[in-house]
Structures are given as C-alpha cells and as structure tokens.
C-alpha cells in the first residue's frame, strides 16, 4: 500500500457473480477519481460500445484525499458511458454523502462493476467481504424505501446507493442516490438498471494511513480559518455585518443574526453570526434552503446537512409535514437544481398555509418525488423541456388525445404539484408517449425534428448549451468566453464551479480583478455584462477552471467549495491559496508534490478524455462536430450587440478565436481542436496517440 490509497481496486462481474480484488497503483499517475475512470475505460471499454450494453461498465473510484477529514473532501465520481448526449461518449457522475467515505474505510480505491445479471440484485460490501444479493423484492421500489429496506435487512451501519424506478427503465435522465439525498446524475441509475443492480451497499471499517496527519490537521485548521468562505466559496456574506467590508446579497454565505432554522428539534436555531475564523460556528453560514426557497422556507428548515468531512453544510433539509398529506415525503434535502426548477412549469403554484408558499412548495414536492423515482432533471433541462412542450403547444402535437386529455390539466390549471409529479411519473414508468421527454434534450430533438425544427435546442429558456445535447451549468453568464470555454472540455454538462466560485465571489471587481490578473494576466476577468473580445489571459483563466475541476473530481474534493483562490480575511487582501491541494497531497503520501506537479497529473486525464472523445465521435474536427454552441449563445439579447455593456450575447467569429486560443493552451491542433501526439507523448499516453494513429485520428 501506497500512502494515501489503499492499493486496491475490486472489480465486480454481475454476469458470473465472480468478485476480484486487484492492484490499484498502477493508475495512481491519473490521481484517481475522475482520472482512474477514464483510463479504465478506455482500456475495457471497446468503442462504440453503447451505454446499456452489457459491455458497458460502472466505475466508481476516489481520491487519496478521501477519508483524510480535508475539508469537503466526501465526494466520489461515477465514470460511465453517457446515456443522453450524441455520441454516448465517456461522462462523469460525482455525488457527494457517504459512499466515498465508506467505500475507502472498506479498503478500496476503485470499484468496477461490470457484466448483468440475470435477476435484480445488490451488492453488499463489508470490508473484504463481498457478496451479490437477490433484490427482486426490492425492484419497483423507490430509492428511499430500497435504502430503508436494506437497512433493515443489514444494519443500519451500511451506506446505501439505490436507483429508483427511472433507472429500472432505463430512462436516460436517471440517477443513483445515496443516504437518500445525494445523488449522482449523468443518467448513471439507468446504466445500473441496464445490469439489473438495484443498489450498492457498503460498510467499511478500516482507515487511511498518511505520511504527517499532524500536517494534515494544520491545513484543515489553515484552510477553514483563513481560506474558506461558504458554499462556492463566496468570501463575503450576503448581508452587512460588522466583521464584514463587503457584502453581496448574492452571496450563500447567508447565515445572520435572525436567520433560523425554524423546525430544528428542539425549538428555532438562530444561525448567528459566523464570522472567518470562529470555526464551531463554521456550518451556520450557509443557510442554502432560505437562498434557493426563500424566506417562506426558514419556518421549515430543520438544518444544513452536507457530505462527510464537509464543514459548509450546503445541503438545506426541511420538513413540511402537512405534504405528506397529499402522498409528498414529509422531509426532503437537496442543494442543487431541484430545488428551484420544477414549479415553473406551472404558470402559479397554489398557495398552501400562506400567501407565497406556493413556488417552494410545488418545487419541494417536485424534488422529493424526483429523488424517490431517481429521475435525474439534468441541470434543469427536463422542467424546461416539460414547459417549453407546454407553452408552445408541442404537447398537443406529439401525444394521442386519449393521452393528452389523461394528463392532469385540472391540477395545472389549479397550480397544483400534483401535475408535475403525475408527468414525473409516466417519464419514470416509461409510461405513454410523453415518456419519450426523458431521452434528453438531444434525442427529444432528434424524434420530434419535423415539429420542433430548429427551435428547440435553440431557445435560450431551455438552455441546452451544445448542439450534442448537454445543458449550461454555467456557461458565457459566467465571466464571459471563460465561462462559456469551460462547455466544450466534456460530453456532458461542465459542471466546472472553479470559475463561478471566483465570478460569484461577492467580492467588488476592483477587489476582485487585480488577484485574478495576478493569476492569470491582464483582461483575463471583465466586469458582469461588460465584456470584451477574447484574450490569451482568458485562455489561461479557462484551462486553470477545468483542470482543477478535473483535479478535485480525481483528488477527489468538491469543485463546489474549491479551490482556495479567494479568501474571506481583508488583511491577506481577499487572496487565497492556490497551493493548498498540493501540500495535502505532499502531507498524504510522503511525496513532494508542487501546484504544478498535481496540475500537470490532473491535466494527464483531462488529456485522455478529449482522445477518448475523438475516439468515441470518430472525427478529428472537435471544432466542429463537438465544441460548437447552440445559436441562443449568440442570438440572445437582440436589442444589443455583442461587447455592448448590458449584455452577455457572445459572438460567433470572437469564439472561434476563444476556441483557438484555448486549443492552443491545451496543446491541440488548433485548426481541429483534437490532441496531437506530442501532447499525448508529453502526458505519458503514447499508447493512446498510437491508438489515435492507426485510426487516422491524429490531426496531420
């Protein structure tokens, strides 16, 4: 055993039964996570292999950093084939809850599930002891009734990731969740159903051994007094305080003196005053269900929740018994989407017990009955593909009136959740034509072409950002072509919070812009709505965003929290620390490692996942067929022009020189945006260029 990984990674064949543990350090130079995922994938997954072929695998893999106690440092990636995006190339999944934590107390790094089998199961690990079990009672069941059943039938001890009834049939915009919560999109919970795994049970009860856990502590106590804001890390509290020079009312450091968490048990708890450096008031500053419900929700929080080894607590838990009423769970938790997404597609929700609650209450039933289903709304693409179907009649269109007329309009015209959660479950049960919604935006597209046209991929409120099918999160809104560059880099959404942490810092862009110039050189960050053309400085901004997203994804850390650019304190003037992950891996496992060091092996996967791609899309012209941008980037706005002040329109011939310029920072062809082989040979993946070589796939 290597410090810091356990050395070993268990490969698990639901087609034999068969389970095998094997040597895990031989990816240790892609980190793990995200990196190890990718490279086993390539290795054993043949192209052109589909997402619910049997070939296909699951990989679940962490980080030398999991189980440490770093801050935020929960999370585990999924690395599988996507279901719903053009190409069903190589996507990531990361969630967050205890399954990292468990499945590396277990003694595993990697954990490969591969093969079907021939009935529903789940698998049961306890440490080295390894077991396939019969769930066809557990088939049909939601994932919350899954993860309790199995409680009972094992003990309460073990970490439960179940799929719902979406995964069951193979819908593509699925997911998988653990403790209940927490979940990992990506259209994963299909893949599992594909294979007939029903959930993943673990209960680990070893630990991680590490070169100098006293450095390891002194950085935890470093980071969180003098590096850490609040959710995204914004660095400055969302109202004035005493302590404070700035604040936003933007910012999710929304803890205050006032501010309660309204259904504690117990009685109220007042989150206070959380100032930097007062550490045991640390996980009231981020009171996320008042920043994504609103106000009418404090009455209904109970706490903040959150990930092992996480001090933010962004995950807002509430409990709204009156809902169970009407068949809605009574507690529910998320920190994401779900949250604010489903209610808009009734034109207004109905009030319950006061004036306003109507909007957090449709999207809290939404959200709980999209977590007992485990289907996966895609950053927001599925609530706005179901209303743009609505608002332009499409529904009308593509349904059989006896379906059409099924659907609950008495309840839509009512503003009841009810509508939502009836259509929630025909995409679930794979139920009827409307169904078909679930495909993802895509191959909606492709089966309703004749009636949408160009229309749909092209609306800005559905915001699909690639004409490959995956949503924005987070794209030109976020510090311009920076922000909208970080898109092209994956087959899915970016999910690159490396640079929203920094745009959505709350700090004053005359704070701000000097610090990120320091970084990144002169232009590299303009002020919101007042952009201008592209620049190497941006370039070197955008390739910083993603490869450290790949490196928290791989190290594993939450790219939601890191990395530790900004800093709350005034008297280090607002700057963070961009050395701290290598100190910890330097601390973890003995070894010297430089921010530098630790970039470059980040960037080694990030490298075989472009390759994996070219592969994947048999083509050479990333440029055109993988990195475009659907037209509502650059038609949106049209009162303005592209670099008027007031706008975030992008332009198309500016992009194409952003999409140059950051080919030319990655090391690719910058005509075809695909890696050349010098790339590829510098990162140690001449194997891969070979591969690339004898499949006319490198660019001449």
Not at 170 to 197: D, F, P, Q, R, W
Not at 581 to 605: H, K, V
Request: hydrophobic letters at 35%; a negative charge.
């Amino acid at each position: 055993m290597t410090l810091g990984f356990t050395g070993k990674q268990l490969r698990i064949n639901l087609t034999t039964g068969e389970s095998t543990v094997e040597d895990s350090l031989k990816y240790k130079d892609y980190i793990g996570g995200a990196g190890v995922g990718t490279r086993i994938m390539y290795e054993e997954v043949p192209v052109g292999t589909k997402p619910y072929d049997e070939a296909n695998k699951l990989i679940y893999s962490v980080g030398p950093n999991t189980g440490t106690s770093a801050p935020c440092s929960g999370r585990i990636t999924i690395t599988s084939l996507s279901t719903f995006t053009k190409g069903h190339n190589i996507i990531h999944a990361h969630m967050g809850g205890e399954m990292a934590y468990m499945m590396k107390m277990a003694g595993y790094d990697t954990i490969i599930v591969e093969g079907k089998a021939d009935k529903p199961v789940f698998i049961k690990i306890r440490d080295d002891e390894v077991s396939i079990e019969d769930a066809s009672d557990l088939w049909g069941q939601s994932t919350r009734e899954t993860t309790k059943r199995i409680a009972d039938k094992i003990g309460k001890e073990y970490n439960t990731t179940a799929i719902g009834v979406a995964g069951e049939n193979l819908v593509n915009l699925s997911c998988m969740l653990n403790a209940t919560a927490h979940s990992g999109g990506g259209g994963t919970g299909a893949v599992m159903g594909s294979k007939n795994l029903k959930a993943i049970s673990i209960y680990g009860t070893g630990g991680v051994k590490v070169a100098d856990g006293k450095k390891i502590l002194e950085l935890n106590n470093y980071v969180m007094k003098d590096l850490m804001g609040s959710n995204n890390n914004h660095v400055v509290p969302s109202t004035e305080r005493p302590w404070a020079e700035y604040h936003d009312p933007n910012s999710r450091w929304t803890g205050r003196p006032g501010l309660t968490w309204g259904a504690a048990d117990g009685g109220p708890v007042d989150t206070g005053d959380a100032p930097p450096g007062e550490l045991n008031k640390f996980g009231y500053r981020c009171q996320k269900a008042y920043k994504d419900f609103g106000p009418v929700s404090e009455k209904y929080t109970v706490k903040m929740g959150g990930c092992t080894s996480c001090p933010v607590r962004c995950y807002g838990v509430v409990e709204v018994p009156f809902m169970e009423e009407e068949g809605y769970l009574p507690v529910g938790a998320n920190t994401c989407m779900p949250n604010f997404e489903y209610a808009k597609i009734l034109n207004k929700p109905k009030d319950y017990m006061e004036e306003g609650d109507g909007t957090f209450l449709a999207n809290y039933a939404a959200l709980t009955t999209a977590d007992e289903l485990g289907l996966w709304e895609n950053y927001g693409e599925l609530p706005n593909t179901i209303k743009y179907f609505i608002d332009h009649n499409i529904l009308e269109q593509i349904l059989p009136k006896e379906e059409y007329d099924d659907l609950r309009w008495d309840l839509y015209e009512a503003g009841d959740p009810g509508f939502i959660r009836d259509i929630q479950t025909r995409i679930a049960e794979k139920r009827g034509e409307i169904a078909h919604l679930g495909e993802g935006a895509y191959f909606v597209n492709e089966r309703y072409k004749d009636i949408l046209g160009d229309d749909y991929l092209n609306a800005k409120e559905v915001s699909v950002i690639s004409p490959l099918g995956w949503s924005k999160h987070h794209g030109n809104e976020c510090a311009a072509q920076v922000g909208a560059l970080t898109n092209i880099f994956y087959n899915r959404d970016c999910m690159t919070h490396t640079i929203v942490n920094i745009w959505g810092s709350g700090l004053p862009y005359d704070v701000l812009n000097p610090i990120i110039e320091g970084y990144f050189g002169k232009g590299c960050l303009d002020k919101v709505k007042n952009y201008t053309p592209m620049n190497e400085s941006k370039a070197k901004f955008a390739k910083f965003g993603v490869v450290r997203q790949w490196l928290h994804d791989s190290f594993t850390l939450c790219n939601w929290v890191w990395p530790m650019t900004l800093s709350p304190l005034p008297e280090r003037g607002y700057k963070g620390d961009l050395t701290v992950e290598a100190q910890y891996m330097t601390a973890i496992t003995g070894d010297e490692w430089s921010m530098e060091d630790l970039d470059f092996a980040a960037e080694r996967g990030l490298q075989l996942l472009r390759a994996t791609t070219v592969l994947g899309l048999n083509t050479v012209d990333m440029r055109n067929e993988h990195d475009a941008f659907n037209d509502w980037v650059y038609d949106m706005d049209p009162d303005f022009k592209a670099f008027e002040e007031g706008t975030i329109k992008m332009d198309r011939a500016d992009m194409q020189t952003a999409l140059t310029m950051i080919y030319r920072e990655m090391g690719w062809d910058e005509v075809t945006g695909a890696p050349t082989r010098a790339t590829l040979e510098k990162f140690g993946l001449g194997d891969v260029a070979d591969d690339l070589a004898s499949k006319n796939l490198l660019p001449a």
